[in-house]
C-alpha cells in the first residue's frame, strides 16, 4: 500500500512566522502535489513536483514556496505565515504514467494566529 | 478554466437505501476519473477510479461514466452509517498532471 506521511497532524504558528511542512511518499511516485481545504472552497492546489527540484504553480501560489531535494519528500513553505493561511494542508503523490490516482497523507490541520 | 460540479448536499437517505452522487465537468477531453471518500477530520480515500464509459462495479459501489454527457456518479447499494461521508469527485486529463476536484457532497445515511 502507498503510504504518505505529513510531519504533523496540528500546527499552531504565529502572524509573520516561517512554517515548513513536511511529506514523505515510500513508493517511489514522481509526482507529488500540496492542497490546502478550506470549507465551502474543496481541494485547491498550491504547487506540485514532477521530479527531483522541479516544481508548477497550482492554483494558488501565492506566499507560498516548494522544495523538492530528494524524490520521496516534498515540502511546502510559507515564508511568512498569515492569519488566512489557517487551513488543512494536504499532501498527495502519484505515480507519472498509467493512472493519475492520488494518494493523500493524512493532512496538517494549520492554525495562525 | 476547467471545472468539476457537485452538489454540496447534504443528500440524505435511510440506511439500506442507494445513495446516488452525482458530478460533471467542462473539459471534454478530461480522461480519468475518481470517487475519493473523505470522513470529517481525515483526508480523502480513493474508492473508485473510471476510465471509459460504462459501468464499474466494486462491492458496494459503482462508478458510472458518461463522456458524452460529461457527467460521472457514484451509486452506493444497501447504504451504511458508515458511509456518511463527503464524497469527492476527481478528474484528470492528458494536459495536467494534477486532478481537478469538485468541492464534494456530503451524504448523511440515517440509521
Known amino acids: 500500500d502507498v503510504k504518505v506521511t505529513q510531519s504533523s497532524r496540528y500546527l499552531v504558528k504565529r502572524t509573520g512566522e516561517k512554517v515548513f511542512l513536511e511529506c514523505v511518499q515510500d513508493?517511489?511516485?514522481?509526482?507529488m502535489f500540496w492542497y490546502r481545504q478550506d470549507p465551502g472552497l474543496g481541494l485547491r492546489l498550491i504547487y506540485f513536483?514532477?521530479?527531483?527540484?522541479?516544481?508548477e504553480k497550482g492554483d494558488i501560489p501565492e506566499g507560498y514556496s516548494v522544495s523538492r531535494e530528494k524524490k520521496e519528500r516534498f515540502s511546502l513553505i510559507l515564508e511568512s505565515a498569515s492569519t488566512n493561511q489557517t487551513s488543512m494542508y494536504l499532501c498527495?503523490?502519484?505515480?507519472?504514467?498509467?493512472?493519475?490516482?492520488?494518494?493523500f497523507g493524512p493532512g496538517t490541520r494549520l492554525t495562525v494566529l | 478554466q476547467k471545472e468539476v460540479e457537485q452538489n454540496s448536499g447534504p443528500l440524505s437517505v435511510p440506511e439500506g437505501a442507494i445513495a446516488s452522487l452525482n458530478c460533471t465537468y467542462s473539459?471534454?477531453?478530461?480522461?480519468?476519473f475518481f470517487w475519493y471518500r473523505q470522513y470529517s477530520g481525515k483526508s480523502p480515500e480513493l474508492i473508485m477510479s473510471i476510465y471509459s464509459n460504462g459501468d464499474k462495479e466494486d462491492g458496494r459501489f459503482t462508478a458510472q461514466l458518461n463522456k458524452a454527457s460529461q457527467y460521472v456518479s457514484l451509486l452506493i447499494r444497501d447504504s451504511q452509517p458508515s458511509d456518511s461521508a463527503t464524497y469527492l469527485c476527481a478528474v484528470g486529463d492528458t494536459g495536467r498532471r494534477a486532478l481537478t476536484f469538485g468541492s464534494g457532497t456530503r451524504l448523511q445515511v440515517q440509521p
Open positions: 513508493m517511489d511516485h514522481e509526482n
Open positions: 498527495a503523490s502519484s505515480p507519472v504514467r498509467g493512472s493519475k490516482k492520488q494518494f
Open positions: 513536483s514532477y521530479d527531483v527540484k522541479m516544481k
Open positions: 473539459d471534454r477531453v478530461s480522461q480519468s
